[in-house]
């Protein structure tokens, strides 16, 4: 079956999580993604947690439906062998720390020398210019900075990260929109670009409203649990036996929950007939819309509220979404793969839909250097150069 990007090679010189990422989506929607890792080390989640027979799944998961080689940037050698795959490739991805790529002589200025229409994309913490550039950047490091951290919690408790690395996943989601961008630009030009994508800009940019509260008004947004700021009741409710989520973000779906709660007094209360006053009176309301939702078990009262017409969900444990006939069955978000040393397991599934070319699960993760026999023989070195760059720790 065709895939979407099956004429485009890239590049991956990332390592652990925003930049593989990228390299991932990229690979499921079928670019021909290498990537690239250190001589008898690997990108550094090869240790990472869990950890089935030897093998990553943090690996595993990030770096399916790519090639693998090794090879040694710092080498002469090495540094030509890039260069040589340059020329061929149509994105380059690396996320080491600004100015690394440029000491190997091996930056976009450097890079777009041998290749005019290359594609840079680059990830790092805090960007490749600004006076934050040389510092080192993690997940955690761009939830706190970008204030993410601030806003995320209860009222009673400290800033908390999210439960997952949010500021490298949209980092990644990041870079792979503009390398594609960019890649479409170069079509039409033949001229390609740098791509630079920070963690703390891609967390400040998901903050959307959060900005805008305090850009508008000069209020600082505070911790305030599950609800949001803009809508109410958009909110976490209990039941008899667990929570759930009532999703009510306009006065239409306020008055549809109203009624099904037989209380449709509540709809020309002064305190709650317009959405803007539900939220300043969030406070009061909430413990109505508690008290009526407490009655139930929670996967009938949420079966009432959409069939009202009123958004709701279970809150789930990773358990109960794994098992669930919509997310795990009929969109396929995790999918078994077959690993030559992890065996059988199931990795999550691609989440970009497409009708003609989709995307898919074709391969495992690379073991490392699986593929430098293929790759470094279709730039035309001979089997005896391989195994001797092999032997001097080159690949």
Not at 85 to 96: F, Q
Not at 119 to 141: A, L, M, T
Not at 181 to 200: H, I, M, S, W, Y
Request: glycine share 10%; hydrophobic share 40%.
């Amino acid at each position: 079956m065709e895939k979407a990007l099956e004429h485009i090679t890239v590049l991956d010189l990332t390592r652990v999580l925003a930049g593989p990422f990228c390299g991932m989506m990229l690979a499921d929607m079928g670019a021909n993604v290498i990537k690239i890792e250190a001589v008898g080390k690997g990108d550094d989640s090869r240790g990472m947690p869990p950890i089935v027979n030897g093998e990553s799944c943090y690996y595993m998961n990030l770096n399916r439906n790519k090639k693998g080689i090794t090879l040694n940037l710092k080498a002469p050698e090495g540094k030509a062998a890039f260069l040589r795959l340059v020329e061929k490739a149509d994105i380059v991805l690396e996320n080491y720390r600004p100015g690394v790529m440029d000491r190997l002589g091996l930056g976009y200025e450097e890079l777009k020398k041998v290749n005019p229409k290359i594609v840079y994309g680059c990830v790092s913490g805090f960007g490749h210019y600004g006076p934050y550039k040389d510092r080192g950047g993690y997940d955690i490091v761009g939830q706190a900075m970008s204030g993410m951290m601030s806003t995320t919690g209860w009222p009673d408790s400290g800033p908390t990260r999210t439960g997952t690395a949010i500021a490298d996943v949209l980092s990644g989601l990041s870079v792979c929109i503009g390398v594609l961008a960019a890649l479409e630009n170069a079509r039409e030009t033949g001229l390609g670009q740098k791509v630079d994508v920070a963690l703390v800009d891609s967390a400040v940019a998901s903050l959307e409203i959060i900005n805008m509260i305090y850009l508008a008004t000069g209020r600082i947004p505070e911790r305030i649990g599950n609800r949001y700021e803009s809508c109410y009741p958009y909110d976490s409710f209990p039941c008899k036996d667990g929570e759930l989520v009532i999703g009510c973000a306009n006065d239409s779906l306020f008055v549809k929950l109203a009624n099904l709660m037989g209380q449709p007094e509540l709809i020309t209360d002064p305190r709650f007939d317009k959405n803007v006053k539900r939220v300043e009176n969030y406070a009061q309301l909430r413990p109505i819309v508690s008290a009526w939702t407490s009655q139930y078990s929670r996967d009938e009262l949420v079966q009432m509220i959409l069939d009202a017409g009123v958004p709701a969900a279970p809150i789930n444990t990773i358990a109960d979404t794994t098992k669930d006939p919509h997310i795990a069955g009929a969109r396929e978000m995790f999918v078994e793969v077959d690993h030559p040393i992890a065996g059988k397991m199931k990795l999550t599934g691609c989440h970009i839909k497409m009708s003609r070319t989709p995307s898919a699960i074709r391969t495992h993760a690379p073991l490392l250097g699986q593929d430098n026999d293929e790759v470094y023989g279709s730039l035309g070195y001979s089997p005896e150069e391989i195994q001797r760059m092999r032997e001097e720790g080159v690949i």
